[in-house]
């Protein structure tokens, strides 16, 4: 992309729950920003959200809207991303995409800008924003990987309703408030009812007997970390919480754990911060990272009786690192 | 113990929470109860807690409580336990003692009837009640390692605030209400905000980095499986849900994994329920097994790249196989 002043930015989504960090995010980033373009479904359409101050309408998500647009950021789908991503390139604009629609694709940089960035430089147009909980793996496992190999992850899960859209964190708090004034909740977004529950992920389940949402775990790692040969066991499991995923992790590395070590390259990695106080047992915990764009991490221990694993817990906002911020740190890697 | 018609039954902690559970699960399921004494700290004497029908009245847990009584249920915390449990022995009856007073003593038996029953003959007087996450994963395990030796599981719990207690239940309700109604949730019996949160499990971390509900995991899954060689890094975690554990749960067996074999011997194992409907992502939930007596355990994977690695996701009632449904039942081994 040519180096600008200022650079025309479309995000398509913008009336959803990535979208409103989008638009934070550029502005609290101070994103150099010329033309602003919001676009969502033709029911969005006319509906003002606020950027830097200013009033800007909602326009319809369609072929043509990507005329004069430098950066495409996209987080409406992978459907809208398949239909929609092919003619903003077409019209010059480098599309960011957060959907699962061309993560992997071989012609499509998957960039975590603390992992690989080099390769958002080698697009063809298009740029994939990884799964929320693989990012959100990434950027703790992949600083560790770096002194001693990472060579089997078993991974749980314990995942934010907000990852499922705007629509399901209604439900839960719909569902909360029932439950306080005393009637029985019933699903509508979610197949089962999630106040007072916790359910496997809502993603569906293949022949395997994984759900896509472990699937990407598994497949995202291997090519943000170009590292096809790390074993991992992912369980993702839906948590009654709003906002933040946390993640169980346990990994075997190479050669015996030196937990100085690890302390030691968590604590100076590129967005983590680590939180790990036994004695107080502050742990990380999504209450404190929501709205933060740093992945806690803490409960880093070496396994009792397995000399070459060790065990951790983290947790990260997925709507900042695990969507729109690692989204607008990528077109800031382009800029 | 003599073969009677009637026991003399006696409950210290019978106001707790698992008390109540005590109390129900004598009459339902039939235990040949003659005299129930209901015992508690002083500020409990006088209340009175309906038994079949009739209501009896709270005495003081004292060391002359137990005159009489042929077996007595403890759930009263450890340090009464320690203090009491001796005396009821000395006065002739058995204990079951759902503490961690005595769970690791080597004189003191820790039974799981699906597991070990014969354990239970072997008493001097006491015998302990595993963990409520140990029970849960054990009755789940066993039947696998009859027919293919576990020889290493990774497990991450999701526990539900009961149990911590009545009031830690209490808490929750509380903090769901304030979050409904627009107040700030204030942690008084956790020490984190437990409403829309989840923390690592709030027993103390000792030196090595595990809490000790995760050492209880391994220590007494080494004892009740009478197998030391088990390897088991656990991470326990508080959920915000009233009632039921779940743990996901990753296994490495002695031989390549036979999902059908594994499929057959869980289906068929005693307290154990098979719900793994991936056409329906029905699986395990903490709604569905909360009141019931079975562990429910689905998602039964073998590992995508592991040849000799399944995973599975389960459910129990903490109260009740978690707790006073084992004891009741190791109670019934006796008469």
């Not at 373009?37 to 003002?48: D, E, F, P, R």
């Not at 569906?204 to 990407?216: I, T």
Request: proline share 5%.
């Amino acid at each position: 992309m040519l180096k600008k002043q200022k650079y025309n930015v479309a995000i398509a989504g913008a009336t959803g729950a990535v979208g409103a960090e989008f638009i934070a995010l550029l502005e609290n980033r101070r994103f150099p920003v010329g033309e602003l373009k919001l676009l969502a479904s033709q029911k969005s359409v006319g509906k003002k959200l606020t950027f830097s101050g200013q009033e800007v309408a909602v326009c319809e998500l369609t072929a043509d809207s990507f005329k004069g647009i430098d950066i495409a950021l996209f987080s409406a789908g992978a459907d809208r991303s398949r239909q929609f991503a092919p003619c903003a390139v077409k019209a010059g604009a480098v599309v960011i995409d957060n959907s699962s629609a061309f993560r992997m694709d071989p012609h499509v940089p998957l960039v975590v800008p603390e992992i690989n960035p080099d390769a958002a430089y080698k697009h063809e147009g298009i740029i994939a924003n990884p799964n929320c909980t693989t990012i959100i793996m990434g950027v703790v496992v992949w600083p560790i990987h770096q002194i001693n190999r990472v060579k089997h992850i078993v991974v749980s899960t314990y995942q934010a309703v907000s990852g499922a859209g705007a629509k399901a964190l209604a439900e839960l708090n719909t569902q909360q408030r029932d439950l306080v004034e005393g009637r029985k909740p019933k699903p509508q977004v979610f197949k089962h009812v999630i106040a007072n529950n916790i359910f496997s992920h809502d993603s569906k389940v293949m022949d395997n007997g994984y759900n896509q949402e472990e699937l990407k775990m598994i497949h995202e790692t291997h090519k943000i970390f170009q590292d096809d040969g790390i074993t991992i066991s992912p369980t993702c499991v839906r948590v009654p919480i709003a906002r933040a995923h946390s993640e169980s992790i346990y990994m075997e590395l190479a050669r015996v754990v030196n937990l100085n070590d690890i302390h030691q390259v968590l604590s100076r990695a590129t967005g983590v911060k680590v939180v790990d106080e036994p004695d107080n047992n502050l742990f990380p915990m999504p209450l404190d990272c929501s709205g933060r764009d740093a992945v806690l991490v803490g409960r880093i221990r070496r396994d009792p009786s397995v000399a070459n694993a060790v065990s951790l817990f983290c947790c990260g906002d997925q709507l900042l690192k695990g969507a729109a911020l690692n989204a607008v740190q990528i077109a800031e890697l382009l800029i």
